[in-house]
């Protein structure tokens, strides 16, 4: 299902990877903002929400060639044969016409998790359990940010609710568009490096925009042709490297203890 | 998944594939229907009886569906394709053509008892493929009974139930029902009429029918030189099936057959006997 | 040969079988029952405390329930194939299996939409996928053609419960029964053409995630090659099937119940089609080894450098249970010797098992990322629990049709030698 439209706006994001220091604040301030009810204590790191998730990378070396790159994922916000779009049996997975967001409708998820199965950047989480805040942490949710329910499927949306407050205020202010850095979702807020970089990919004058056309830029499985909006940027050649599966790389990492991806979180 | 939904469009893809769709419930729903409607109108043509005996004969297994042309040697095999309704066969119209132009040499039709293998089987009758008999009296009233192998199979049956005066009996339908130690089964009516007497094993007739049109249907009923073949046919699946029922005793040849077959097969699957003999599946 | 006693219910089996003594069948049944409960209370704590009752996570969004919904369907294709066969072809001689294809593929299907209510996280909101339909979702095909399908199986079991020996003497019944009977072949061809797109669409699942090039194939418009595949490979295990579970039956029973040419006849329909989807299957894995694996960065061999699942899976699939049956199936001395066709038939069930556990679980065992690590899963009892709880509510559903209705109109004549 081609996905593609012609929208008023594309957000997007560059993350420098030789900026990131893997220290999560990230995934906190995307928890805090997105009203993310704290994991059970059942919960392991593969049935956690994190709308956005550092992971660990290593280049597969020894000492003292080893590197190590945090690679933050939120969801790629695929622009064309978006995945998780096509498949969704009910419609709960829509392309905002103005902004280009992918959006999750939690309220219509049947929870049947045939999105997340599709979604090759694992950037789809379940509730598995009932999301329950301990007493007097119900004073922390964001009221803008709709709370979930057991059983459906949720991810990134660029902290929507933070474009929908911008456009508002620009509004009664008398203007259409936002400026560059108006609306910036949580993660890109609280990243102390600012390693993320958010805005609108049509404007050719905006940080981002920039940014990803720059060449050290590239982005995970460009192959498939999802055409994703989230950027990846570094001046290391293996960093650049782990956008696509190589086969060398991949046997080395695959071969070695610790050479596993470990997501952090 | 309607027009009036919020998020619908008229675009090719919703309508080709809820099209199908909304095609395929109404094929369901329209078949159901269809078969609803169809089986009122049954009732309302009072085609029960007719229907239940065509739905019986084709659950009946291929020996008992032998075409009575076959006894007579007419046919080497034939299955009945037609549940016994030879009045509206066209082989069977064409075969009794045939037959009577070569009736002239046929033996004189005999007003005595004729006795075949030990069963009584007088000519003056009519006999139906379910043991019945059917005979035609001077008031144009029909007598209807079991035959000798027939009430033979029932013996001393522990209950019978025969229908009341006025009720319509229909050929090839149920005419009464007989209780058996612990199975029942359905005796066949042979023609179709209107009670207008009931008999019992007690008198040597069971029903007495007043015909309901003009004409009653015989030509489904055996008579003449097709009653030897037919009965002997019907032996042969007695012992067949108290074979398969019981500890494997047969019938013996010749000699005079006692008067409650089921007293000297007690372990036989007398349930099975009686439906394999009165056709009923 | 002793006395044979009649079972206490024997007025509502039908004339000429024997059946067991009720006692037996309540003891038979017994066991089954109790892996029904131990499953149902599987299900309640699914649906009262959550999915976090399974093993499944995040990675591993689809775990053996989905593969037991995709080998159940794929095994219950002999109620459709068989209808075709006997209803539009005029096969006569699977008049002798039809009704218990019927059944066998009533409770396929309403087992597999019974786990698949406990699968999905918002059972309730089922009803959403037919009021927000989109489209172009397989899962949407899937959906709105196995309503349709459960319920044409539903319409076509119902002659065959009307035909039980009591409650055939109502009249409406009978009559009913009589009229939907001289219908059927409309149901039948309904029932072809819907289950052809399911079973399709269900391939089409996997084949159509770009995201997962393990699984992504192309194919002929929007529909991948799977779709085709999915088909050809359940209309060929449909009669292996029927044929496996008939001789179970017979087994179980003790009775012969289809003459020997049924066996055969459903052994030859099976290798026929099943090598020619071997055939297809394997020029499909070779354009997706060099071709189209290939043109989105991931070399078909890398999928294979995991253990356990080897390129050993890859042959075994097509080869060990796919190619072998086959060649088995149309074997005419295979044909002849009952327990050879069985184990031909069983063969051939495991190889499109196989192939559906390949599809959903290797899949999301391998790594898409290049920095994802290959996952395993395994199973939670209560998954395993529901799995049986499916199996025993088959077992049950089916030792009643058995019992009190005529699933094989061949037996009473077998039985009168």
Known sequence: MNTELKTKNRYGMVIDLDKCTGCGACMIGCAVENNIAPAHQNATDRTGITWIRVYEVENGESFPDNRTVYVPLPCQQCGKESPCVSVCPQKAVEVDPSSGIVGQIPVRCLGCRYCMTACPYHARYFNWWDPVWPQGMEKTLNPDVSTRMRGVVEKCNFCHSRLQAARAKAAAEGRRDLHDGEYLPACAESCPSQAIVFGDLLDESSEVSKAARSEKTFRLLEQLGTEPKVYYRSEQNWVRSIAEKKVTEMKKSANRVGGEAVPRG | MFPFVYGFTWDAGNIIFLGLFFSAVAVIVSTVMVATLRTRKDFALRKQESIRWESDFHDLPSSARKCRHEFTGEFKHRTCDNSFECGECATHAKLIEHALQNAAAEEPKENAQQKIYGFDMPLDRMYHRGHTWARPESDGTFTIGIDDLGSRLVGLPEHIELPAVGTRIHANGTAWHVKKKDSDVRIMAPVDGEVIETGGPEKDWYLKVKPISVKVETGHLLRGNEIRPWLMREVERLQLSLAVESVGATLADGGEPVKDFSKSYPSANWDSVLGEMFLEP | ?417
């Open chain 3, 1 to 417: 040969m002793a006395e044979r006693r009649c079972p206490v219910d024997k007025q509502l089996i039908i004339r000429g079988v024997t059946r067991t003594s009720l006692r037996n069948f309540f003891f038979w049944i017994l066991p089954w029952s109790g892996i029904l409960a131990v499953g149902l209370y599987a299900i309640y704590l699914c649906l009262a405390v959550g999915l976090n009752q399974t093993n499944m996570d995040n990675r591993f969004a689809f775990g053996v329930w989905i593969f037991l919904d995709l080998a159940v369907i794929a095994l219950g294709a002999g109620a459709f194939f068989t209808g075709f066969l006997l209803y539009i072809l005029k096969k006569d001689e699977l008049k002798a299996v039809i009704n218990s294809a019927v059944v066998l593929g009533f409770i396929c299907y309403s087992g597999a939409v019974g786990v698949l209510m406990v699968d999905v996280g918002q059972p309730l909101r089922a009803w959403f996928t037919f009021w927000h339909p989109n489209v172009h979702s397989m899962l949407t095909e899937v959906t709105f053609c196995i309503t349709c399908y459960l319920t044409v199986l539903a319409v076509e079991y119902s002659p065959i419960v009307l035909k039980n020996r009591k409650l055939k003497q109502v009249p409406s019944l009978m009559v009913f029964e009589f009229e939907i009977h001289k219908v059927m072949y409309v149901l039948a061809g309904l029932g072809t053409f819907l289950s052809f797109f399911h079973q399709g669409s269900l391939g089409g699942l996997y084949g159509v995630l770009r995201g997962r090039p393990f699984a992504f194939r192309e194919g002929l418009a929007i529909w991948p090659s799977t779709f085709f595949l999915f088909i050809l490979s359940a209309a060929a295990v449909g009669p292996s099937f029927i044929l496996f579970m008939t001789w179970i039956v017979s087994k179980i029973s003790k009775k012969n119940l289809v003459k020997k040419e049924v066996y055969s006849l459903l052994g030859k329909i099976s290798g026929t089609l099943l090598i020619v989807y071997v055939l297809l299957k394997t020029i499909d894995t070779l354009i997706w080894i060099n071709k189209t694996s290939p043109s989105v960065g991931f070399p078909a061999f890398e999928f294979y450098a995991w253990n356990p699942f080897g390129t050993w899976i890859l042959f075994a699939e097509i080869v060990l249970f796919g190619l072998i049956p086959a060649l088995m199936l149309l074997n005419k001395k295979v044909q002849e010797r009952l327990p050879l066709l069985v184990t031909a038939a069983v063969l051939a069930c495991a190889g499109v098992a196989l192939n559906r556990f390949v599809m959903t679980i290797q899949t999301l065992a391998l790594p898409t990322l290049s920095f994802d690590p290959f996952l395993s899963y395994l199973p939670s009892w209560q998954e395993l629990a529901t799995f049986g709880a499916v199996i025993a509510y088959g077992v049950i559903v089916y030792s009643f049709s058995f019992r009190y209705l005529n699933l094989f109109p061949q037996e009473r004549d077998l039985n009168q030698l």
